[in-house]
């Protein structure tokens, strides 16, 4: 289990690539002086028979703290996810703007995901979401692509890198360069 505590004003930008070695990962961040902030990327990227357990718990205490927390996930093969995601704002956390959002892409009829996003809201003052989608390769993108002379190997990679695209841009290079030579078939 990883315990992080953000202080005041302090901002935090937390990078998480898995690619298969982990079974599970368990985060604790908690937002602790006021004007603290947390950005949680999560990008997740399973082949073969890999299994993840993903769980983020992040706990709103001081005014005006901010979380954002974006989970991709590409599935190949029988890889499978299963994410269970809380923000919590406490009472007295006035202010707070928080985030969650888990988007799981996947690639083969045997992968499998699952993506539980929660709020738990004990202020008023607050602005706060979630959402969560858990789907395969849009058919009509795929069509659209083939049609235009692409094969559909390429038409799949293309897709793929431009749903993992937004979440790349804010790796650090090494980690795009260990997802291109594990999953992307450049």
């Known amino acids: 289990m990883n315990e992080i505590i953000v202080k005041e004003n302090e901002q935090l930008v937390l990078p998480v690539l898995w690619t298969g070695e982990e079974t599970e990962l368990v985060y604790t961040i908690l937002l602790q002086g006021k004007g603290a902030s947390v950005t949680f990327l999560g990008l997740l990227l399973g082949n073969e028979n890999q299994g993840l357990k993903l769980k983020i718990t992040v706990t709103h205490r001081a005014e005006n703290t901010t979380s954002n927390v974006i989970i991709k996930s590409a599935l190949a093969d029988a890889s499978s996810v299963f994410f269970d995601g809380l923000i919590k704002i ?97």
């Open 90 to 186: 406490e009472k007295g956390a006035k202010g707070t703007s928080a985030w969650l959002g888990a988007h799981l892409l996947l690639l083969s009829e045997k992968s499998r995901g699952i993506a539980v996003p929660n709020l738990e809201i004990l202020e008023n003052d607050i602005k706060a979401g979630h959402a969560a989608t858990v789907g395969r390769i849009n058919d009509l993108e795929l069509f659209y692509l083939m049609s235009r002379g692409l094969p559909e190997g390429k038409a799949k990679e293309l897709i793929v890198e431009g749903f993992l695209e937004s979440m790349l841009k804010e790796f650090p290079k090494e980690m795009n360069d260990k997802v291109a030579q594990k999953f992307l078939k450049n």
